[in-house]
C-alpha cells in the first residue's frame, strides 16, 4: 500500500525559498498511473490545490502561484519535491502531497494523502 | 475558476440522523467530483470520487450524486465517528478548487 511522507523546515522567513519532499514508499513515482500533487490548507480555512506532476516531468500548476512554483521528480530517490520562492505569511499553511490516479481525461481526484507539514513563514 | 459554493457551513445532527451536504459549481464540471471527510489534525480521507462512485473501504452509509453542476453527499444514518468536516473538490477545470468545507458537529 502506497505512503507518502512529507518533510521540510517548520520555519521559514518571509523573501525566503520554502522547500518541501514527498517520500513515496510501495509504489513508484515512475508510474504512468499516477499525478503527484501538493494541496495546502491556510490556517483555519479550506484547501488549495497547489499543482501536480506526472512521470516524466509534465507539470500543471495553479495560476495563482505559477510564477512562484516549481515541482519537481526525483526518481532516484522515488520522491517529488515542492520549490516556493517570495514567501509571505500569506503562505504560512499545512501541505499535503496527495497521490492522484490517471482517468480518462488526464487526473482524477486525490485518493491518497501525506499526514501534512506545517509551514510558518515569520521572522 | 470555478467556484464551489457548498452548503451548509455547519450543521448539528445527531446519531442516526439522515445529513445531507451540498455543493453547487459556477460551471459545468461534468461528474469530475469528490466528497472528502477530515479530521483535526489530520489529512482529508476521499469518500466519493466521480461524483457517485464510494471508495474502497468506506461505509456504504455514504453516498454522492450529482452531475453538471449541482451534488449531493449524504450520510444515511450518521454515526459518532462521522463528526468531522466535509469538502468537495471539482477538478474538471484549472485550476481545480474546493468548497469551503461543512463541519458536523454533534446536536
Known amino acids: 500500500q502506497v505512503q507518502l511522507q512529507e518533510s521540510g523546515p517548520g520555519l521559514v522567513k518571509p523573501s525566503q525559498t520554502l522547500s518541501l519532499t514527498c517520500a513515496v514508499s510501495?509504489?513508484?513515482?515512475?508510474?504512468?498511473?499516477?499525478?503527484w500533487t501538493w494541496i495546502r490548507q491556510l490556517p483555519g480555512k479550506g484547501l488549495e490545490w497547489i499543482g501536480y506532476?506526472?512521470?516524466?516531468?509534465?507539470?500543471?500548476?495553479n495560476p495563482s502561484l505559477d510564477s512562484r512554483l516549481t515541482i519537481s521528480l526525483d526518481t532516484s530517490n522515488n520522491q517529488f519535491s515542492l520549490s516556493l520562492t517570495s514567501l509571505t505569511a500569506a503562505d504560512t499553511a499545512v501541505y499535503f502531497c496527495?497521490?492522484?490516479?490517471?482517468?480518462?481525461f488526464g487526473p482524477g481526484s486525490m485518493d491518497v494523502w501525506g499526514q501534512g507539514t506545517t509551514v510558518t513563514v515569520s521572522s | 475558476d470555478i467556484q464551489m459554493t457548498q452548503s451548509p457551513s455547519s450543521l448539528s445532527a445527531s446519531v442516526g440522523d439522515r445529513v445531507t451536504i451540498t455543493c453547487r459549481a459556477s460551471q459545468g464540471i461534468r461528474n469530475d467530483l469528490a466528497w472528502y471527510q477530515q479530521k483535526p489534525g489530520k489529512a482529508p480521507q476521499r469518500l466519493i470520487y466521480a461524483a457517485s462512485t464510494l471508495q474502497s473501504g468506506v461505509p456504504s452509509r455514504f453516498s454522492g450524486s450529482g452531475s453538471g453542476t449541482d451534488f449531493t453527499l449524504t450520510i444515511s444514518s450518521l454515526q459518532p465517528e462521522d463528526f468531522a468536516t466535509y469538502y468537495c473538490l471539482q477538478h474538471g477545470t484549472y485550476p481545480w478548487t474546493f468548497g469551503q468545507g461543512t463541519k458536523v458537529e454533534i446536536k
Open positions: 506532476i506526472y512521470f516524466p516531468g509534465g507539470t500543471y500548476y
Open positions: 496527495t497521490r492522484c490516479p490517471r482517468g480518462y
Open positions: 510501495g509504489g513508484s513515482i515512475t508510474s504512468t498511473d499516477y499525478y
